[in-house]
């Protein structure tokens, strides 16, 4: 709308207004700001009254009067906007506008799958300024009049402002209906694409011929008290437990499917993500046929690791049979492989194999940890029993490298800052002096940490992982930091972590696909699978 000048003589103008609309004062907003100084009364003024803004020009010595608008009003003088305090002259030309947040709100989620509709008013009314008595400066503000409507909202309009042909041939018109009806002023699903099926990833699958469902016959008659296998071999063919004999199928791999495209809210096609195909290295322990069958070049247990990565590895794992003797009580067993044991376990004893572990007869008082899966021919009482992924978790040497290594990474964040504040006093540093003084303070614990894992690893039989010898070196530096503070650096501390953090993952990457415990009856024991868990007479 365009400005209005108020000529002199301004203040008999503005009395008189007053006095011909009684109770105008009321109507006011209080937005306004009177002249103030020597010369407040020659400033001009500004008078926002009925929709219209009404303008004096100063007197002379006076300064022209200043405005500004908030939001929904937008103020232009001289066609610009005005978007702070602006003075105001006789020769401006004044518009303003309402500019205000639309009725509703159309988004597509960014999946682009689906269509919300966001209803903020069904109503739009009109706007009118809020009156704002003559001063100095004046704020233009606006309020909606609810005594004029000017239109509703409906479906039409709705519908008619979509392009989408996609979207139309699937609009949920009651679901918009249902919004404009009752409105919860939430976004509302009013379309939806397809989303793509994944299709499904490689995979292997033990086959398990008729012979190892009977094994051998151990659990017939007597069971592990009855008479034992002659060949430790023999041990490893627990009925149901897989075994193969050389030129034997004995799994297969089933290769990737692909999935179902969907189609988005334009209409375009959504390809499935590609599944994930697995290399299967098995070296000279079994091959895979075009087929995919996997036959075996060597008569044993084949174990199938890799966890939840692309690559697969078969093997044959070395079996430990022990004696008697071996399992006495207070028995400490790590193995880096298959475990047998021929008779009952009288704990404590712990046994900790990475691979499978073969029971024949009862577990009493004893903990068992197997990256593999563990069968118990007999009763376990007052046990605890972990296979697959949960003893990885619980073997010596996975958590105390992790331990040790979230220890060490500590250390070294703590020499490095250390170190840095001796520099910023223009000192030398000995980094090897640094951590000394912390491993005998701050971080003393880590001294036990090292000799546990010494103890574990100097336990440890079988050959297991290609860095265990450097580890160990370092372990010695570290047991004994005073004897090697010249050749401890960041560096090295560096390479201690990664030696830890490799280790850990050495263990993760023996967790075994298809993991069980399989047992005959279970009191207060704690059993922890990562896969399956049968117990043969429970009821």
């Known amino acids: 709308m365009p400005q209005q000048d108020i000529e002199p003589s301004r203040y008999e103008f503005v009395e008189s207004l007053m006095l011909e609309r009684k109770g105008l004062l009321d109507s006011f907003s209080v937005e306004g700001r009177a002249s103030d100084g020597t010369t407040g009364d020659k400033n001009g003024i500004i008078l926002v009254q009925d929709n219209q803004i009404f303008i004096t020009p100063p007197l002379p010595g006076g300064a022209p009067a200043?405005?500004?608008?908030?939001?929904?009003?937008?103020?232009?003088?001289?066609?610009?906007?005005?978007?702070?305090?602006?003075?105001?002259?006789?020769?401006?030309?004044?518009?303003?506008?309402?500019?205000?947040?639309?009725?509703?709100?159309i988004t597509v989620s960014p999946d682009k799958l689906k269509v919300h509709f966001t209803l903020y008013r069904a109503e739009k009314y009109a706007w009118n300024l809020v009156n704002c008595p003559a001063a100095f400066e004046a704020v233009v503000r606006a309020q909606p009049n609810p005594a004029m409507l000017l239109s509703t909202l409906t479906i039409e309009q709705i519908i008619a402002s979509l392009d989408n042909r996609f979207i139309l041939r699937n609009l949920n018109i009651p679901a918009l209906y249902a919004e404009l009806e009752n409105p919860t002023y939430l976004p509302v699903c009013i379309a939806e694409g397809r989303a793509p099926l994944p299709g499904k990833e490689a995979r292997l699958e033990f086959l398990l011929p008729e012979h190892t469902l009977e094994g051998n016959r151990m659990l017939q008659g007597q069971g592990a008290r009855g008479q034992k296998p002659a060949e430790p071999l023999e041990y490893l063919r627990f009925p149901g437990a897989p075994f193969a004999f050389a030129g034997e199928v004995f799994a297969r791999k089933l290769p990737p499917e692909e999935g179902i495209p969907g189609l988005d809210t334009d209409g375009r096609v959504l390809p499935p993500p590609p599944p994930q195909d697995i290399y299967f290295a098995a070296g000279n322990h079994a091959k895979l046929l075009p087929c995919g069958n996997i036959v075996a070049r060597h008569t044993g247990r084949p174990r199938i690791c890799g966890g939840s990565g692309s690559v697969r590895i078969c093997d044959f794992p070395p079996v430990s049979l022990l004696a008697r003797e071996m399992t006495d009580p207070v028995g400490d067993v790590m193995f880096a492989g298959d475990i047998i044991v021929p008779g009952d376990l009288e704990g404590p004893v712990r046994i900790e194999a990475l691979g499978n572990v073969y029971v024949y007869g009862d577990i009493r008082q004893s903990t068992i940890i197997a990256t593999g899966s563990i069968y118990v021919s007999g009763q376990v009482t007052g046990s605890g029993l972990y296979a697959g992924h949960a003893g990885v978790m619980q073997h010596r040497l996975h958590s105390l490298a992790s331990l040790l290594r979230t220890e060490t990474d500590g250390l070294l964040e703590a020499a490095r800052q250390l170190a840095k504040n001796v520099e910023s006093r223009q000192q030398s540093v000995n980094y090897g002096l640094v951590v000394m003084l912390l491993l005998e303070d701050k971080y003393s614990h880590l001294g036990s940490l090292i000799r546990d894992l010494q103890a574990a690893l100097s336990r440890m039989n079988g050959a297991f992982g290609s860095g265990t010898d450097q580890l160990w070196q370092m372990l010695e530096v570290f047991a004994h930091p005073g004897q090697f503070t010249g050749y401890i650096t960041d560096s090295v501390l560096s390479r201690f972590s990664r030696l830890l953090l490799k280790l850990g993952e050495e263990i993760e990457l023996l967790q075994e696909e298809h993991a069980v415990i399989n047992l005959a009856r279970s009191q207060d024991s704690r059993l922890e699978s990562g896969g399956k868990l049968l117990v043969r007479d429970s009821c």
């Open 66 to 105: 200043r405005i500004s608008a908030v939001h929904p009003v937008v103020l232009k003088i001289n066609w610009k906007t005005v978007t702070e305090p602006t003075e105001v002259t006789r020769a401006d030309y004044i518009t303003w506008e309402i500019c205000e947040k639309p009725q509703y709100e």
